[in-house]
Nanobody, 121 residues
């Protein structure tokens, strides 16, 4: 079992920055990849970014590439999402998830409770 807790959400003006944290505990060895997803009002859930604990290889959605950076601190079992140049369309509830792969994350992964990000203009 893996437990995930997101934090760092809040309200910010367009162009501002936020850093989200995802603290993992439990059997993290069984989930080699961690990802961030978001769900905006009236929209389907979408993939944002992912990272592997070992090696740190990353993937990003085109919509956030160049603005968001995913990173991890293995010693703290924590994954971060640094969000810069925020836009109103980034407004959403952000979730972190952990699984064996990106492909299995949505249906078979472990999920946190989510944290609200609101960007105003």
């Amino acid at each position: 079992q893996v437990q995930l807790v997101e934090s760092g959400g809040g309200s910010v003006q367009a162009g501002g920055s936020l850093r989200l944290s995802c603290a993992a505990s439990g059997r993290t060895f069984s989930t080699p990849v961690v990802g961030w997803f978001r769900r905006a009002p009236g929209k389907e859930r979408e993939f944002v970014a992912s990272i592997k604990w070992s090696g740190g290889s990353t993937n990003y959605a085109d919509s956030v590439k160049g603005r968001f950076t995913i990173s991890r601190d293995n010693g703290k079992n924590t994954v971060y999402l640094q969000m810069n140049s925020l836009k109103p369309e980034d407004t959403a509830v952000y979730y972190c998830a952990a699984s064996t792969s990106i492909a299995t994350m949505t249906a078979g992964g472990f999920w946190g409770q989510g944290t609200q990000v609101t960007v105003s203009s």
